[in-house]
Nanobody, 117 residues
């Protein structure tokens, strides 16, 4: 079965950290760009981070720049989003998506991140 599964979300206090994982099964993640999206209640889905096939090419939304770091471990078929200095406004469901030109796009089902004291 071709799928992405996110994990690592949870409840954290402001200033805390979480590391999200996105595990691919049924296909090799190393041929895909990985995009992390997030969606807060009542808001549109926002692209937070993008990691290209080449791991030195990344994108971060201004709202997360300097606090979030995307990475990938192709040997484990897994992508990560390290989130530091979390703020209440980071509260959202976080999704990963795998993109490859000319091939199907895969979405995970999301993991909830709640930042609250």
């Amino acid at each position: 079965q071709l799928q992405l599964v996110e994990s690592g979300g949870g409840l954290v206090q402001p200033g805390g950290s979480l590391r999200l994982s996105c595990v691919a099964s049924g296909f090799s993640l190393d041929e895909y760009a990985i995009i992390w999206f997030r969606q807060a209640p009542g808001q549109e889905r926002e692209r937070a981070s993008c990691i290209s096939k080449r791991p030195d090419s990344t994108y971060y939304a201004d709202s997360v720049k300097g606090r979030f770091t995307g990475s990938r471990d192709n040997a484990r078929n897994t992508a990560y989003l390290q989130m530091n200095n979390l703020k209440p406004e980071d509260t959202a469901v976080y999704y990963c998506r795998a993109d490859r030109i000319g091939f199907a796009t895969y979405w995970g089902k999301g993991t909830q991140v709640t930042v609250s004291s």
